[in-house]
């Protein structure tokens, strides 16, 4: 008995400090006006019922050759579809940060398309890091500015308009893989008793994109993780929603092991590999803060070098410049 005790103890403690890990503790001055930008809603497709179709990818495909890390991510780091060289996942940590299509990737958004997806419509697949508190809110809201350099992300903004200011049922304070698959954590409200997070939220959004950013939470457990991580990728894959797996910046596990299980699974079922872990190296204390969980905060002024030092603006930063780049190559 007692040691059931005091496992439900650490059990609360975990789950307290796993909802804590989204909390700046130090931020960037940001009482500068910011300009307003119109905003567009796309409208949502809503089925009855989430289809469940069994998946005929194949994983043929090559991928990128690797940049260097830089503090910043530039369109450079994005190669084109024709200079594609296959790597190997234990070379996961020279992986480009910015991914591009790959044909498995096209023939999933291909078959979202018969389905009925909306190909104007994402969902953001993790925990509190994939909230819009922190992560793309801002794109919705209009507080942010792009620059000159970033300019070109204005079209991919206007057109997904309503999918960056959701607050997704699949992303949660406290959320791992296995919290995502599982109808306990269910909002009752809007889901049916027996859906999980995601199936509720493929079915509500009706989605042809999915960023998958989880792992943090998951760092006690790789075998556990790899098998949710799968069925997860499994779920979107066999609903025509095109997943874009992202590693994560902390190392709390000490020997990158969840990173290694993310990057295998793009690499076996080839689909995109958001490498934000690359995209933090060269930042001051690689865009961790003194826990190494928490990123450095800063506001989304992406044409602000300062700003872009810190973790988080790099972070909404690649998240954009993936999705417009497999967006256009989809439109092509």
Not at 24 to 44: A, D, F, W
Not at 59 to 87: D, F, G, H, N, Y
Not at 197 to 223: H, K, Y
Not at 257 to 269: D, F, G, K, P, S
Request: charged share 20%.
């Amino acid at each position: 008995m007692a040691s059931i005790k005091q496992n439900m103890r650490w059990s609360i403690v975990f789950v307290c400090l796993m909802m804590a890990a989204c909390a700046p503790q130090g931020v960037i001055n940001s009482e500068e006006n910011l300009p307003t930008v119109t905003t567009h809603p796309t409208s949502i497709v809503q089925p009855t019922s989430v289809l469940r179709l069994t998946p005929t990818v194949t994983a043929q495909v090559t991928r990128t050759s690797v940049p260097t890390a830089t503090q910043s991510i530039t369109p450079e780091a994005t190669l084109t579809a024709e200079s594609r060289v296959r790597m190997a996942p234990e070379d996961w940590q020279k992986w480009p940060v910015i991914p591009t299509l790959t044909e498995s990737a096209r023939e999933i958004y291909a078959l979202g398309q018969t389905l009925g997806n909306n190909p104007h419509a994402f969902i953001k697949v993790g925990d509190c890091e994939s909230t819009p508190t922190w992560f793309l809110g801002d794109f919705d809201a209009g507080t942010y500015t792009l620059g000159e350099e970033y300019a070109s992300l204005q079209a991919l903004i206007d057109t997904f308009q309503g999918s960056f200011g959701r607050t997704s049922l699949a992303a949660k304070s406290g959320f791992n893989a296995a919290s995502v698959l599982s109808p306990f954590w269910t909002d009752r409200k809007q889901c049916e008793s027996t859906e999980s997070p995601l199936g509720c939220e493929m079915r509500i959004m009706q989605p042809s994109f999915a960023l998958v950013t989880l792992g943090t939470n998951d760092i006690w457990d790789e075998v556990k993780f790899e098998t949710n991580l799968r069925t997860i990728l499994d779920e979107l894959i066999a609903n025509g929603v095109v997943p874009v797996l992202a590693t994560k910046a902390d190392n709390l596990e000490g020997d990158h092991a969840i990173n290694q299980v993310i990057v295998r699974l793009a690499y076996e079922y080839d689909l995109p590999l958001w490498n934000f872990w690359l995209a933090v190296q060269d930042l001051p204390d690689k865009g961790l803060q003194e826990d190494k969980a928490h990123l450095t905060w800063g506001p989304n002024r992406l044409n602000d070098p300062l700003v872009l030092e810190r973790a988080w603006p790099q972070r909404n930063l690649g998240a954009l410049m993936t999705l417009d780049n497999l967006w256009r190559a989809m439109e092509e």
